[in-house]
Antibody, heavy 116, light 112 residues
């Protein structure tokens, strides 16, 4: 069974750093792109970027380029989404997803709350 | 970016009736060499991640009831939910994967 398990909810202050994770199991982790999707409170889905764990090839939506860093550690089948300096506007649910050209498998989501 | 525009924003349908959701892309998502439309539909229920329903515009994902059907080509697409059930209450999103993926704004389906 394919599973993506994300790290737990986070509450942070503006300016703090954060790294959330997404651990894959039940499939060849290095063979499929993993994407990250943001959902701000009460809003729709925004594709942020993707990584191919096999060679760490990474692509970003231009609006997220430089704002976040996507990485992966194939030795532990885990992808990451990282911020160096959080903003209040980063408050959202973040999902990882995989499955080929469309997202057949999704993590449960990680709620990130940034508040002073 | 390809902009995906869904309509309506929300609709209320009686149990057993049909719901129709439209999705329009700002440019064609039909890849001519394969004759495939790079268009998917997802269902998101409250407190849950999205669930893939349809890909290649009309191919149902395994396990998805045949009450859900997708149609359209090029820039205009439709998701139809026949015989609406209470469990279909959700927000539905279209997504193009022809280029850098983008989602539509979502359509909320409720019971009338």
């Amino acid at each position: 069974e394919v599973r993506l398990v994300q790290s737990g909810a986070e509450v942070k202050r503006p300016g703090e750093s954060l790294k959330i994770s997404c651990k894959g199991s039940g499939y060849s982790f290095t063979s499929f792109w993993i994407g990250w999707v943001r959902q701000m409170p009460g809003k729709g889905l925004e594709w942020m970027g993707i990584i191919y764990p096999g060679d760490s090839d990474t692509r970003y939506r231009p609006s997220f380029q430089g704002q976040v860093t996507i990485s992966a550690d194939e030795s532990i089948n885990t992808a990451y989404l990282q911020w160096s300096s959080l903003k209040v506007s980063d408050t959202a649910m973040y999902y990882c997803a995989t499955g080929g050209e469309v997202y057949k498998y999704w993590g449960q989501g990680t709620l990130v709350t940034v508040s002073s | 970016d390809i902009v995906m525009t869904q309509s309506p924003d929300s609709l209320a349908v009686s149990l057993g009736e049909r719901a129709t959701i439209n999705c329009k892309s700002s440019q064609s998502v039909l890849y001519s060499s394969s004759n495939k439309n790079y268009l998917a539909w997802y269902q998101q229920k409250p407190g849950q991640p999205p669930k893939l329903l349809i890909y290649w515009a009309s191919t149902r994902e395994s396990g998805v009831p045949d009450r859900f059907s997708g149609s359209g080509s090029g820039t205009d697409f439709t998701l139809t939910i026949s015989n609406l059930q209470a469990g279909d209450v959700a927000v539905y999103y279209c997504q193009q994967y022809y280029t850098t993926p983008t989602f539509g704004g979502g359509t909320k389906v409720e019971i009338k």
